[in-house]
């Protein structure tokens, strides 16, 4: 069974910087698939990053490229997601979800296991 559990989030001014961790009880494959999303109150799930245990090789959300940075440790199964020059606009609950797959997606559907989540708060 594959369980995940975020970490790192909590309550941060404008402009602060966040790390959160995702760390996978699981093993994982060359085509594993680490994928972040998001979800502010209502409002859809909504994707951020995602990023291949096997080779680091990651994407972003259009809108967030430049302020995110995604990482993986592989010897520790974890994977992280480095926030920074935060806004009140990325206050949402973060997950972290697992896909096997050869190719990546934005797609939530297509992650299966996912994290219970983090919440990270943006104050003005």
């Known amino acids: 069974q594959v369980q995940l559990v975020e970490s790192g989030g909590g309550l941060v001014q404008a402009g602060a910087s966040l790390r959160l961790s995702c760390e996978a009880s699981?093993?994982?494959?060359?085509?594993?698939?680490i994928g972040w999303f998001r979800q502010a109150p209502g409002k859809d799930r909504e994707f951020v990053s995602t990023?291949?245990?096997?080779?680091?090789?990651?994407h972003y959300a259009d809108s967030l490229k430049g302020r995110f940075t995604v990482s993986r440790d592989n010897a520790k199964n974890a994977v992280y997601l480095q926030m920074n020059s935060l806004t009140p606009e990325d206050t949402a609950l973060y997950f972290c979800?697992?896909?096997?797959?050869?190719?990546?997606?934005?797609?939530?559907?297509?992650?299966?296991?996912w994290g219970q989540g983090t919440q990270v708060t943006v104050s003005s």
């Open positions: 699981v093993r994982t494959f060359s085509t594993t698939y």
């Open positions: 990023i291949r245990l096997s080779d680091g090789n990651a």
């Open positions: 979800a697992f896909r096997i797959a050869s190719v990546l997606s934005t797609n939530s559907d297509d992650y299966f296991y």
